[in-house]
Nanobody, 111 residues
């Protein structure tokens, strides 16, 4: 079974940056798409970004130009570089591989 462990969340001022990481166990990482999702208090979990096995990427419109998803297959790790953070970016960020989810990492953005 795949296990995913996120890290890198924290408190940042609006306009600041954070880099999230997600380490996956198992040998299937490199051949699979990886996803970042987020969930703000009182809201549904939403998709943020995808990186495919060929390293092509997709982003939710609200984060395009500010967030960058990347992967290091040698480290079984996917990253989410978040720049120009806004208060509405706050929430718990989760990575996903197929049906497997991490435990999440909290991002708080102060205005």
């Amino acid at each position: 079974q795949v296990q995913l462990v996120e890290s890198g969340g924290g408190l940042v001022q609006a306009g600041g940056s954070l880099r999230l990481s997600c380490v996956a166990s198992g040998s299937i990482f490199s051949s699979n798409a990886m996803y970042w999702h987020r969930q703000a208090p009182g809201k549904l979990r939403e998709w943020v970004a995808t990186i495919f096995s060929d390293k092509s990427t997709n982003y939710q419109d609200s984060v395009k130009g500010r967030f960058t998803i990347s992967r290091d297959n040698a480290k079984n790790t996917v990253y989410l570089q978040m720049n120009s953070l806004k208060p509405e970016d706050a929430g718990v960020y989760y990575c996903r591989l197929g049906p497997n989810w991490g435990q999440g990492t909290q991002v708080t953005v102060s205005s």
